[in-house]
């Protein structure tokens, strides 16, 4: 772990969030301990629900190496990251999150994930978003033809 980088996520939550705007996250991913990108939450700035510090920070380093996974990078984030980017990390395949505040911390000041964790354990029906299944096989067509495709990529 790289204390620098870390301290870096968080000297762009403070930067970034000091004008009330943008929520106070930030994250730097590392490959080969360089800094080789920066993300802050950009939530409001960009009317994007998913511009937060870590996914912010995943796709300008998936564009700087260009590739989809970051499984010899490390991430440093301001603070533990919510279900949204915990996802994200995964899918990115990153092995190391070092990171500053949990999300109990997140939650005294005002960002609460803990719902949505709640939200996955609970059968679809009884969420509080309605998911409303239809067309399953048209849908599972498409599976189909994916599965038979001799030229995929898997990711």
Known sequence: MNVQFLNRAIEIASRESKDGQNGPFGAVVA?????IS??????VETNDPTAHAEIVAI???????GRFELN?????????????????IYWARIPIVCYA???EDAEKAGFDDDFIYKELVIPMD??????VQELRTQGNRVFDA?????????Y
């Open 31 to 35: 490959f080969n301990d360089t800094l």
């Open 146 to 154: 994916w599965t038979h495709n001799p030229n995929k990529r898997m």
């Open 38 to 43: 920066e993300g802050w939450n950009q939530v």
């Open 72 to 88: 010899d990078c490390t991430l440093y984030t301001s603070c533990e990251p919510c279900p949204m980017c915990l996802s994200a």
């Open 126 to 131: 009884k969420r509080q978003v309605r998911f």
């Open 101 to 103: 505040s949990t999300k």
């Open 59 to 65: 796709r300008k380093a998936c564009r700087k190496l």
